[in-house]
């Protein structure tokens, strides 16, 4: 017979009867020990000549279990151990689906990135989940309907690569107006100056900046233009009050203004049902033809075919672009021939700097939920389920 129960001791378990041949050395050793465990108390009670003899003990109660995926197993790996917080049981696996399936049977936290294949079957191998914490700020891979059906919050990395992706975009603005990839060549193909006339080049200071969607990357790129002179606007569905735009130095404009005055505009929006393909020819025709467009935030946010044709036909001055609709882009994108692209492998998030920063913020959110409290950044489609 087992019977549950609490006291002042915390919670413990009575085991009578039959079990008292266990009872008394585990008794001993426990005593032994010399030192008292969180957990539960067990009670060995042996029904003997009308008379109970009794033996406490304590065993450890099993530690919430936090599972992470890392992106290279054993550089992150070994950060991911280093900022483990003390009181939750840690878990490393490779995103592996029968030695990730075995990990989430018991798991309260994942933290991974969105390349982590989630849907119903996900959850249902995860009953005890709490918290799906993403390592990434994007989570468009992520199958929110899932999310929703198990009623598991999914919380992005908290803007801890918002610095990175911001200096990415500044960095494109600047090899694209200089044409940086085109010096490069040259120089390394001994051909230094090259045989025809010096290519037209642009200053960033005094520029007009457009930035679509002013979140916490948004704002981090306004501050950096800011101090390169430029005079930056901006557009977003959710707009900033007077004293907060005067506060960052910006302006509103409707998004039609905003592409057709800016010099160079720059994305910074999740790839959504409304974003996607939100610059299409329409919007590329109404640029300036000495306009730079970069997007750091999704590819298919820009209609990429219609993109290439604008940049071969000389009808943009440039493009600065981390991330495209497929990736990697087959060989056969008309992106790659253009030498008025600079184009990088959606690399503008990482760095080593903020790979602590990403698991700082993970960690913190765990331990916010194991509190009792709501987690930080939750993905607005499922904000709902901390309400």
């Known amino acids: 017979m087992v019977s549950e129960k609490r006291d002042d001791a915390g919670p413990h378990v009575d085991i009578i009867g039959r079990f008292q041949p266990l009872a008394q050395p585990v008794a001993h050793r426990a005593q032994r020990c010399g030192r008292r465990l969180p957990g539960f108390n067990v009670v060995f009670r042996h029904h003997q000549h009308s008379t109970y003899r009794?033996?406490?003990?304590?065993?450890?109660?099993?530690?919430?279990?936090?599972?992470?995926?890392?992106?290279?197993?054993?550089?992150?790996?070994?950060?991911?151990?280093t900022l483990a917080p003390s009181g939750f049981e840690l878990v490393i696996v490779r995103n592996e689906h029968t030695e990730?399936?075995?990990?989430?049977?018991?798991?309260?936290?994942l933290v991974c990135y969105p390349n982590v294949r989630t849907g119903d079957a996900f959850y249902r191998a995860a009953p005890s989940l709490r918290l799906h914490q993403l390592l990434s700020a994007g989570y468009d891979d992520v199958d929110l309907e899932a999310a929703r059906r198990a009623k598991v919050p999914v919380s992005n990395n908290g803007g801890a690569n918002a610095i990175s992706v911001a200096e990415h975009a500044m960095m494109l603005m600047l090899m694209v107006s200089r044409r940086v990839i085109s010096q490069h060549a040259n120089v390394s193909g001994g051909r230094w100056r090259g045989n025809g006339p010096a290519p037209r080049m642009y200053e960033i200071h005094g520029k007009t900046l457009g930035i679509i969607g002013l979140g916490t990357i948004g704002k981090k790129v306004a501050r950096l233009a800011r101090a390169f002179g430029m005079r930056v606007q901006y557009y977003d569905i959710v707009r900033m009050t007077e004293d907060a735009e005067d506060a960052l130095g910006v302006h509103f404009r409707l998004m039609g203004e905003l592409l057709a005055i800016s010099?160079?505009?720059?994305?910074?929006?999740?790839?959504?049902?409304?974003?996607?393909?939100?610059?299409?020819?329409h919007e590329l025709?109404?640029?300036?033809?000495?306009?730079i467009i970069?997007?750091?935030?999704?590819?298919?946010?820009?209609?990429?075919?219609?993109?290439?044709?604008?940049?071969?036909?000389?009808?943009l001055f440039g493009a600065g672009l981390d991330v495209f609709d497929q990736e990697p882009p087959p060989?056969?994108?008309?992106?790659?021939?253009?030498?008025?692209?600079?184009?990088?492998?959606?690399?503008?998030?990482?760095?080593?700097d903020n790979q602590i920063a990403r698991l700082r913020n993970a960690y913190d959110n765990v331990q916010r939920v194991a509190r009792g409290e709501p987690p930080l950044w939750v993905v607005p489609e499922l904000s709902h389920l901390v309400m």
Do not use: C
């Open 263 to 281: 010099d160079i505009v720059t994305l910074h929006v999740p790839l959504n049902t409304t974003t996607r393909h939100m610059i299409g020819a």
């Open 100 to 109: 990730l399936e075995a990990a989430l049977a018991t798991a309260e936290y």
């Open 54 to 81: 009794q033996f406490r003990i304590n065993l450890p109660m099993p530690l919430p279990r936090i599972v992470v995926v890392p992106p290279t197993f054993a550089e992150i790996a070994e950060l991911a151990r």
């Open 285 to 291: 025709a109404s640029m300036k033809p000495e306009a």
């Open 331 to 352: 060989p056969d994108n008309p992106l790659l021939a253009l030498k008025n692209v600079v184009l990088t492998s959606h690399f503008a998030g990482p760095t080593w």
């Open 294 to 315: 970069v997007n750091t935030s999704r590819g298919p946010v820009i209609d990429e075919a219609e993109l290439a044709r604008a940049l071969a036909d000389n009808k």
